[in-house]
């Protein structure tokens, strides 16, 4: 070890420690890196931010296996090792999400929200270049608590980015929608699939600190989709009830299934609540705006185990979706609810962009650091059925979408088990982005807006 002074109480770790290319340029820009204070780290690092940030952009992202994942999850003695994983993969992946979203057209790159998580993810990649790689406790404590506030403070991304493309929106004449819409599907595709991996990883080293049965980490080994269902559909009623005054019931089926034994898998759960919350707020919404209000049908969710995925069916009846439009309902801010933001129907004013902005971090600050939108937005946004997708693709799954115009909607939801605690994983699992890298590969069908 190399320490400051003497009388250092956290003694710098040595450079065999750090990456080739992290030791290159500490060297490069500060004089006896390894004996050099945090402060002095980071102001040079920030000044050549954007060498920095382009070297590690092309830098390829570790592809870490759901069975690695899972064991780290199970086993507190290799917490050292997944933060030292993290303190290399984070500024990596963080770093090619501000690259990617600095070279962006129609003024995207400039709007608020854009620019807002640009600087934040900026940030982060300097905070951990600046951070000593943890190597004992101490460190790995402090580690850990950097790694929480990177999740919390993430948490409103989704919002923020929605509310740059809205604000950016306003200035793209009418000939050009359709390509700036086609971009911004992309753009988002690529960036919520990777934050998705990145959140990811992170939550499996957070929650791996503290045992609780049945789980490794976010993993669940013997995951109930029936209690889940049951559990967002008491979510999105109450959004319902709030912004529309009444709710429909939910009927849960589980046809020829063993309620305890057949339906239960391997999964992430607060992914299959996310996604559940979605489409069941939009299947309520539509059924409340369809029917007299003192004459609901139910919606009805039915289970089903199969051999490779367990499939669930929302059924409503509200009204369900023209044919053309049924592609389009899978585009990043296609919305048929009225917009959740005040202003002209071009996009909020710089004003009203603030205010938004100060409302959904003080609800984001109640939140327990989930990956929806503000659960008081019931729709508007354009974001909860898209991003739930990317959600279920992850992990190779999917949500696939059968409409009869004038009766109803059926959403299914297909959830591939996740092998037994990972292991003998199913061959769409094989292949999907949360077995891999958290690289984003356009899937058959894919249409853009």
Known sequence: RHQESNNSRHPRMPMAHMSAAMRTWLERLVPNASHASSAIRRKALSKNVDTILGALATKKATPVSLKDLYRYGQDPALRLHHAQFLHREVPIRVSQRVMELRCLPFGLSESHGIKEVIDNYTSYTLDLLTMDPPCEEEELEMFSRYMQYLLQDNTEVVQTMALGVIQAR??????DLP?????????????????????????????SR??????AGVIESFCNPV???????????QLCKQHKDVAPKVLFHTPGANFSEDLQFTYVPHHLHYMLTEILKNSMRATVECHDPSNLPPIKVVFVAGNEDTTIKVIDEGGGIRRSEIETIWNFFHSTAEAPIAGTSSGPSSEELGHWMDVLRDRNNRENGGPSIPPSALAGYGVGLPLSRLFARYFGGD???SSMEGFGTDAYLHIPRLGTNCESLPAPVQTSPGEKDSTYVPYPGYVAY
Request: proline share 0%; hydrophobic share 50%; net charge positive.
């Open 179 to 207: 390509d700036f819409r086609r971009l911004v599907d992309l753009v988002l595709v690529r960036f919520f699939t990777a934050r998705i991996g990145l959140r990811f990883i992170i939550e499996q080293f957070i929650a």
């Open 170 to 175: 306003r200035s793209i004449q009418e000939k």
């Open 399 to 401: 949500i696939t979408i």
């Open 227 to 237: 209690l889940i269902a049951q559990r967002a559909a008491e979510d999105a009623s």
């Open 210 to 215: 503290e045992y609780k049965t049945g789980f």
